[in-house]
């Protein structure tokens, strides 16, 4: 069974930063694409940032210059550093990735959700 679990999450002030992390475990033939997406209240799911596994990396456009996100294939974990942070950045933010636990079964994985809260 596979599993996204993530952390990092909190409250931080207009200007500052907050890295979150989204390991994944169980069984996990192959990793590709992880990324990141947020919620806010009252507001629809969005993408935030991807990252395929050979590095390569795309960001939704709010976010560009502020934010990167990164992974560690060794660890099947993927990281998001958010710099610079606005109150509307302020949502739950959800890891996924696309996992094959075993040979040509590849599905969307999803996180619990971290919430991150920008106010001053």
């Known amino acids: 069974q596979v599993q996204l679990v993530e952390s990092g999450g909190g409250l931080v002030h207009p200007g500052g930063s907050l890295r979150l992390s989204c390991a994944a475990s169980?069984?996990?033939?192959?990793?590709?694409?992880m990324g990141w997406h947020r919620q806010a209240p009252g507001k629809q799911r969005e993408l935030v940032a991807t990252?395929?596994?050979?590095?390569?990396?795309n960001y939704a456009d709010p976010v560009k210059g502020r934010f990167t996100i990164s992974r560690d294939n060794a660890k099947n974990t993927v990281y998001l550093q958010m710099n610079s942070l606005k109150p509307e950045d302020r949502a739950v933010y959800y890891c996924?990735?696309?996992?094959?636990?075993?040979?040509?079964?590849?599905?969307?994985?999803w996180g619990q959700g971290t919430q991150v809260t920008v106010s001053s």
């Open positions: 996924n990735a696309a996992i094959a636990p075993v040979l040509a079964t590849v599905r969307d994985y």
């Open positions: 169980g069984t996990l033939f192959r990793v590709y694409d």
């Open positions: 990252v395929t596994s050979d590095g390569s990396t």
